[in-house]
C-alpha cells in the first residue's frame, strides 16, 4: 500500500478544513437517522459503569455537565452543536434549566422540535439553525454554555471557542462575562505519537470517518481556550484510568460487542452497534436501497460509519484518542477584548 507523503497528507488536512461546514452539514444529513437508530437521541460516548443500562450511562454523562455548570431554573443556557438534542432535553430535565441548541443542520433542527414536543419538553428546550463559528444572538444572551462531543468539527478550536467566548465593548454575544463553558472534547492523548505511522492511520481514519477537519491534542485544546481569552477551571480525561476505573467497561464497548455481556439489553445494544450487528445492517440497507426503500447514499454512510467506528475501537484500545476530554472554563467578568487568533493550532 502506498504511504502519503507528509505533503500529501498536510493537503487533505488543510481541504477538509476549507470544506468544514458544507462537509459536516453533508455528512449529517446522511447518517442522522443511522445514529438514530444505533445510538438513540444522544450522539455520543458516555463512562460505561458496569450493571447500568446504556440510557442510564449516557443520561448520566450529560447531567454530569449540568452539575458541574451549576445550571438551576431560571438560567438560559445554549448547547453547542447539540445534534437531535437528546443531551439538552436530559439535562433540562434534571437542572430545570431552559436550554436553546443551536445546529447547522436542518434536518436535526427538525427532529429537536419534534422530541421536544413529543416529550412536552418544548417549554424548556429548542433549537436554532445556525453557524457556531458565526452565532447571532443578542447581547448578554446565555448564562452558561456546554458542548457535547460536537466543537471538534470546527476547522481550528480558536475559532469556535472565540465565538463562544466572544467579548466586544458593551457587547457580549454568547456568554455573559463571570459565567463557564463546559464540555466534551474529542482530542488524541500523549499516547499518540504523530511520527508513528500506525497512530497516524487510526487517527485519520477516526477523521474520515466522522467528519472531522482535524483532531487536536489535549494540550492544544486547553491552550486554544487560554488563547482566546477563558480561564481553565477545572479539566480531566474521563476515559482514563481512575480509581473507580475497575466499575467500568471500556467507553468503546458499545462497538467492539462487549457492552453487557450476557444481558438482554447487551444483545440488543451489541446488535445495533458491535461489528455483527454493524455487518447485517449494511446488507439490510444496501437491499432497501436498491429496491427503493432507503434514500440513495445511505448504504455508502453506513460504510464511512463502520470505517470511523473500527479505529475508534482501535484508538480507543491503544488510549490514543479520547472522545471524553472534560473541561469548565470561565469568561473572566472584566474580559479584555482580543482579536480573534490566527490558526496556530495545525500539529506539523
Given at each position: 500500500?502506498?504511504?502519503?507523503?507528509?505533503?500529501?497528507?498536510?493537503?487533505a488536512?488543510?481541504?477538509?478544513?476549507?470544506n468544514?461546514?458544507v462537509m459536516t452539514n453533508?455528512?449529517?444529513?446522511?447518517?442522522?437517522?443511522?445514529?438514530?437508530?444505533?445510538?438513540?437521541?444522544?450522539?455520543h460516548f458516555?463512562?460505561?459503569?458496569?450493571?447500568?443500562?446504556f440510557?442510564?450511562n449516557i443520561?448520566?454523562?450529560?447531567?454530569y455537565?449540568?452539575m458541574?455548570?451549576?445550571?438551576r431554573?431560571g438560567?438560559k443556557?445554549l448547547?453547542v452543536?447539540?445534534?437531535?438534542g437528546g443531551?439538552?432535553?436530559?439535562?433540562?430535565k434534571?437542572?430545570g434549566a431552559s436550554?436553546?441548541g443551536?445546529?447547522?443542520?436542518a434536518?436535526?433542527?427538525e427532529r429537536?422540535?419534534?422530541?421536544g414536543?413529543k416529550?412536552a419538553?418544548?417549554q424548556?428546550?429548542?433549537a436554532?439553525k445556525?453557524?457556531?463559528l458565526d452565532?447571532?444572538?443578542?447581547?448578554?444572551?446565555?448564562?452558561?454554555?456546554?458542548?457535547?462531543?460536537?466543537?471538534?468539527h470546527?476547522?481550528?478550536?480558536?475559532?469556535?471557542y472565540g465565538e463562544?467566548?466572544r467579548?466586544q465593548?458593551?457587547?457580549s454575544?454568547?456568554?455573559?462575562?463571570?459565567?463557564?463553558?463546559?464540555?466534551?472534547?474529542w482530542?488524541?492523548?500523549?499516547d499518540y505519537?504523530e511520527s508513528?505511522?500506525e497512530?497516524?492511520r487510526?487517527?485519520?481514519?477516526?477523521?474520515e470517518?466522522?467528519?472531522?477537519a482535524?483532531?487536536?491534542s489535549?494540550s492544544?485544546?486547553?491552550?486554544?481556550m487560554?488563547?482566546?481569552?477563558?480561564?481553565?477551571?477545572?479539566?480531566?480525561?474521563?476515559?482514563?484510568?481512575h480509581?473507580?476505573?475497575?466499575?467500568?467497561?471500556?467507553?468503546?464497548?458499545?462497538?467492539?460487542?462487549?457492552?453487557?455481556?450476557?444481558s438482554?439489553?447487551g444483545?440488543?445494544?451489541?446488535?445495533?452497534?458491535?461489528?455483527?450487528?454493524?455487518?447485517?445492517?449494511d446488507?439490510m440497507l444496501s437491499l432497501?436501497?436498491?429496491?427503493g426503500?432507503?434514500?440513495?447514499?445511505?448504504?455508502?454512510a453506513?460504510?464511512v460509519?463502520?470505517k470511523?467506528?473500527?479505529?475508534?475501537?482501535?484508538?480507543?484500545?491503544?488510549?490514543?484518542f479520547?472522545?471524553?476530554?472534560?473541561?469548565?472554563?470561565r469568561?473572566p467578568l472584566?474580559?479584555?477584548e482580543?482579536?480573534?487568533?490566527?490558526?496556530?493550532?495545525?500539529?506539523?
Amino acid at each position: 500500500m502506498a504511504v502519503k507523503k507528509p505533503e500529501e497528507d498536510s493537503a487533505a488536512i488543510e481541504k477538509r478544513k476549507d470544506n468544514a461546514t458544507v462537509m459536516t452539514n453533508y455528512y449529517y444529513d446522511l447518517v442522522t437517522d443511522l445514529y438514530e437508530y444505533g445510538w438513540g437521541e444522544s450522539f455520543h460516548f458516555g463512562r460505561m459503569f458496569r450493571g447500568d443500562s446504556f440510557a442510564h450511562n449516557i443520561a448520566r454523562h450529560e447531567c454530569y455537565l449540568g452539575m458541574r455548570l451549576g445550571l438551576r431554573p431560571g438560567m438560559k443556557v445554549l448547547d453547542v452543536g447539540c445534534g437531535v438534542g437528546g443531551p439538552m432535553r436530559e439535562i433540562a430535565k434534571f437542572t430545570g434549566a431552559s436550554i436553546v441548541g443551536i445546529n447547522n443542520n436542518a434536518y436535526q433542527v427538525e427532529r429537536c422540535g419534534y422530541y421536544g414536543k413529543k416529550y412536552a419538553l418544548d417549554q424548556l428546550t429548542s433549537a436554532v439553525k445556525g453557524n457556531f463559528l458565526d452565532m447571532q444572538f443578542e447581547a448578554q444572551t446565555f448564562d452558561a454554555v456546554y458542548s457535547v462531543e460536537a466543537t471538534c468539527h470546527a476547522p481550528v478550536l480558536q475559532e469556535v471557542y472565540g465565538e463562544i467566548f466572544r467579548h466586544q465593548p458593551l457587547i457580549s454575544r454568547v456568554l455573559k462575562p463571570g459565567q463557564c463553558y463546559s464540555g466534551y472534547e474529542w482530542c488524541t492523548t500523549d499516547d499518540y505519537d504523530e511520527s508513528n505511522a500506525e497512530h497516524k492511520r487510526i487517527v485519520r481514519a477516526i477523521e474520515e470517518g466522522d467528519s472531522l477537519a482535524h483532531m487536536y491534542s489535549i494540550s492544544e485544546c486547553l491552550q486554544a481556550m487560554k488563547d482566546v481569552g477563558f480561564e481553565v477551571l477545572e479539566y480531566a480525561d474521563l476515559a482514563a484510568p481512575h480509581p473507580g476505573s475497575d466499575a467500568l467497561d471500556p467507553w468503546y464497548s458499545t462497538l467492539d460487542g462487549t457492552f453487557g455481556k450476557g444481558s438482554l439489553e447487551g444483545m440488543v445494544i451489541n446488535f445495533r452497534m458491535a461489528p455483527t450487528g454493524r455487518w447485517i445492517t449494511d446488507h439490510m440497507l444496501s437491499l432497501f436501497e436498491m429496491i427503493g426503500l432507503a434514500p440513495k447514499g445511505i448504504n455508502t454512510a453506513h460504510h464511512v460509519l463502520l470505517k470511523a467506528a473500527e479505529n475508534l475501537v482501535l484508538g480507543g484500545k491503544m488510549h490514543l484518542f479520547t472522545p471524553m476530554f472534560f473541561f469548565v472554563a470561565r469568561k473572566p467578568l472584566n474580559a479584555p477584548e482580543r482579536p480573534r487568533p490566527a490558526n496556530t493550532m495545525y500539529a506539523k
